[in-house]
Structure formats: C-alpha cells, structure tokens
Nanobody, 117 residues
Framework: QVQLVESGGGLVQAGGSLRLSCAAS????????MAWYRQAPGKQRELVAI???????NYADSVKGRFTISRDNAKNTVYLQMNTVKPEDTAVYYC???????????WGPGTQVTVSS
C-alpha cells in the first residue's frame, strides 16, 4: 500500500505561482506513475498532469506551458509547479499514485488552491 500527503496549497493572486508537493510512503517501489488531479466545485475530478517512473510526462491542455510536474525519487516526492495561475485553476488538488501490476489508484486527502482575480 501507499500513503500520500499533499502540501503547498493556499491563496495566490492571478498571474502568480505556487508549488504543490506530494510525499509518498509505504511500498513506493511499486508505484508505476504519479499524477495530480483537481476538482472544482460542481465539476468532475480531472487529470492535470502525470509523470511515469521513466520520467515521461503529460498535461491537460488547460495547463500546458504553465504547470510542470516533476519528481524527486530520493525523497519519494512529486511536485507540481504552477505558474501564471488563473482563477479557473481554483480547485482542490489531489495527488494520485498508480500502483502495482493491477494499476490500483491511491489518493491523497487533497489540498485547496484558490486563485484570486
């Protein structure tokens, strides 16, 4: 099993920057990929960015060129650098780990990001 804890959320003005962190613990060697999702009020949870164990990344069109996902394997931590944020980026951001041969999903409790206009 894997435990995930996010940090770094908060209030930021439009055009500003924020960095989210997700620390993983437990059986981290069996994690295949890690990702950031977000869920705004009244909307479905959506994929923001994903990074594989080989370092391949993919992003939602809405954040391409503004957000960067990265990982520090020595610290078992994944980051989401958010630049030029917009009010529509306001959401609860969740860390996700895809685990094991069955690709089980593990989730963190989430961290709130609020972008003021």
């Amino acid at each position: 099993q894997v435990q995930l804890v996010e940090s770094g959320g908060g209030l930021v003005q439009a055009g500003g920057s924020l960095r989210l962190s997700c620390a993983a613990s437990g059986s981290v060697s069996r994690i295949n990929a890690m990702a950031w999702y977000r869920q705004a009020p009244g909307k479905q949870r959506e994929l923001v960015a994903i990074i594989t164990t080989h370092g391949m990344t993919n992003y939602a069109d809405s954040v391409k060129g503004r957000f960067t996902i990265s990982r520090d394997n020595a610290k078992n931590t994944v980051y989401l650098q958010m630049n030029t944020v917009k009010p529509e980026d306001t959401a609860v951001y969740y860390c996700n780990a895809v685990y094991g041969v069955l690709s089980l999903n593990y989730w963190g409790p989430g961290t709130q990001v609020t972008v003021s206009s």
